[in-house]
């Protein structure tokens, strides 16, 4: 069944910096993998679908590429600010297609200091 | 316009006990999913209604059900419930059930459902 890592439960950086986050996953490729923000107590937030021909997708200080060789995604955030400090969830669909059923990692917690 | 509505925030039951959740989507949208979210697990999917029928289900015994109504509100309903159904549930709606495919899904708050 297909699985999806994301390889660091907690990631800590310093204001300013560029947090990388990484979801690997396994079997067949998917048509297109998405990226969620979650904070405590709350449903996670869209924030962002790349699709699998497309290497790489921009959003304000977002950038998220997607190497379907390496079975890979990575999501940045540039200039980061202590407000982004939250959980990044990625996923991807193993609906085949129309149901566009979603299956997540369990997260990545960000943790930005001042 | 009004995002997804989740009711009750906080649900707290003993075990052997049902619940019933309710989720209302967004205006428009025909597809509601349900998610069950634990700590140890993450976010997994229970079933997704799309027009009041169920159009595809996770991997959850039958004490797990749903359904949908014709405003597209759904409700999901946990039969003899453990303590291990502890868990944050989110509901979902995209407009026409391909969120994954053209954007993302709209989640709710979730509601949070202690099994004691």
């Known amino acids: 069944s297909q699985k999806i890592e994301q390889n660091s439960e907690a990631l800590n950086i310093q204001e300013g910096k560029t947090a990388t986050l990484t979801c690997n996953y396994t079997n067949y490729s998917p048509a297109y993998l998405q990226w969620y923000r979650q904070d405590p107590g709350r449903g996670p937030v869209f924030l962002l679908l790349i699709r699998e021909n497309e290497k790489e997708k921009r959003k304000e200080r977002l950038k998220v590429t997607f190497d379907t060789t390496l079975k890979q995604s990575l999501f940045h955030i540039t200039a980061s600010q202590p407000a982004d400090s939250a959980t990044y969830l990625c996923?991807?669909?193993?609906?085949?297609?129309?149901?566009?059923?979603?299956?997540f990692g369990k997260g990545t917690k960000l943790s930005v200091k001042p | 316009k009004a995002g997804v509505t989740q009711t009750p925030r906080y649900l707290i039951k003993t075990r052997g006990q049902q619940v019933t959740l309710s989720c209302s989507p967004i205006?428009?949208?025909?597809?509601v999913s349900w998610y069950q979210q634990t700590p140890g697990q993450g976010l997994q999917f229970l079933f997704e209604y799309f027009s009041e029928t169920q159009r595809n289900k996770g991997n959850f015994p039958g004490r797990f059900s749903g359904r949908q109504f014709s405003n597209s509100r759904s409700e999901m309903n946990v039969s003899t419930l453990e303590l291990g159904d502890s868990a944050l549930y989110l509901c979902a709606s995209s407009p026409l059930g391909q969120g994954a495919r053209f954007g993302g899904y709209t989640f709710g708050s979730g509601t949070r459902l202690t099994v004691v």
């Open positions: 205006s428009g949208h025909r597809s």
């Open positions: 996923a991807l669909d193993i609906g085949g297609g129309s149901q566009g059923n979603l299956i």
